[in-house]
């Protein structure tokens, strides 16, 4: 590899992409990967190289614009790879994250409107070890192209033999066209579902928050959240409780699962949720962004505590019957010893009177 080479593979190495892999398996396979080094990476480029200052493909266009770039590739294995460069529209999997459709799957966005050499929508490439490509590519805004975020990647896909297996190795760069219009970031609170899970202390326990978040406006957008436990007259319950909410996609949804510890069962408890949109670093600005709160309502039986009073309660009625016990046995005893007293001065009386001498008249 020439130090050029090895330079370009450094900076393919440290660009922020996202990586895919499909794995297509058969019956009968014995192993995912091969025993030899393949490998491809791929980064924007920029004058016949790479293009350090940027790690995704960020435009912002009027509709019916065209824009050109550029698209480096590069065999970081040591067997000659042939690679498919093609591009498709994005969408947040079930895991909130980023992701790209399958191959097979027609893209019907911003992955549509890019076109390489001829106006083909994808490209064939034949790799020597260590040997890099910068492939052009155009994006063409359709004129009725709605105003917002639209989003998809570009893609190198090599996929090889293993044995019974067949790798098909994927990396991606983010691809975002942002069409001039009316921009209308919308970032809302659904709905909160709430549970409670007691613990060994009985004055302790831990309460999730599920939320269900909707992007309901045209920007990409991320969510910075903040959950506190109110009790009665708003008294604080718990801590704050920071859940950072990745990327949402113009017309997705997000349900978000969020746990707070230490709190306990003072039977009326009230989540609380604020939301602050913000952008991902390196993203268009989308001005004004929205905030959000939601309240939810949880009441709880505080079983333990019952039970502690239970017991405490208890303990004082028997403290309470013994002490009792004890005052009538000793009242008791008081009153047989001074019975006991007058019995035995009545019975000494008459020896007294005898030995006084004659009787009195």
């Not at 009968?28 to 393949?38: L, V």
């Not at 996929?159 to 990396?171: K, M, N, T, Y």
């Not at 109110?230 to 969020?258: A, C, Y």
């Not at 009625?317 to 002490?323: D, S």
Request: proline residues 6%; without cysteine.
């Amino acid at each position: 590899m020439t130090p050029t080479a090895s330079v370009t593979h450094r900076l393919l190495a440290a660009a922020s992409v996202l990586l895919t892999l499909g794995l297509t398996l058969t019956l009968g396979a014995t192993g995912a990967w091969a025993e030899d080094s393949d490998g491809i990476a791929a980064a924007p480029a920029a004058d016949g190289g790479v293009d350090q200052s940027r790690s995704r493909y960020s435009y912002q266009v009027e509709p019916g614009q065209q824009v050109a770039d550029e698209y480096l590739v590069e065999n970081t294995g040591t067997t000659v790879q042939s690679v498919t460069v093609y591009a498709t529209d994005a969408f947040n999997a079930e895991d909130g994250s980023f992701a790209l459709l399958d191959g097979g799957v027609e893209a019907t966005g911003a992955g549509r409107w890019v076109s390489f050499d001829g106006g083909a929508d994808r490209m064939q490439l034949t790799l020597q070890p260590g040997a890099s490509q910068v492939v052009p590519f155009t994006v063409m805004t359709p004129a009725d192209a709605g105003p917002g975020d639209h989003a998809g990647g570009i893609i190198v896909s090599a996929l090889s033999p293993a044995g019974e297996v067949s790798v098909d190795r994927r990396v991606a760069i983010r691809l975002y066209v942002r069409v001039k219009g009316l921009l209308q970031p919308g970032l809302t609170i659904s709905s909160i579902a709430t549970s409670y899970r007691p613990e060994l202390n009985p004055f302790s326990g831990e309460l999730t928050a599920t939320i269900s978040l909707s992007n309901t406006g045209n920007v990409a957008l991320v969510a910075n959240t903040v959950t506190q436990v109110r009790g009665l007259f708003g008294i604080p319950l718990s801590g704050l409780t920071d859940v950072k909410v990745s990327e949402m996609l113009p017309g997705s949804n997000r349900t978000v699962t969020i746990t707070i510890p230490g709190v306990g069962p003072w039977v009326y408890l009230a989540p609380h949720v604020s939301l602050a949109a913000t952008v991902e670093p390196g993203a268009l600005d989308a001005g004004v962004l929205p905030a959000a709160e939601r309240d939810a309502t949880l009441f709880v039986v505080p079983w333990g505590v019952l039970l502690v009073l239970l017991l405490v309660g208890l303990a004082w009625l028997i403290a309470r019957l013994r002490r009792r016990r004890n005052a009538t046995r000793a009242q008791a005893w008081v009153e047989y010893t001074e019975a006991e007293a007058r019995r035995r001065a009545l019975e000494d009386a008459p020896a007294e009177t005898e030995s006084a001498g004659m009787p009195v008249h």
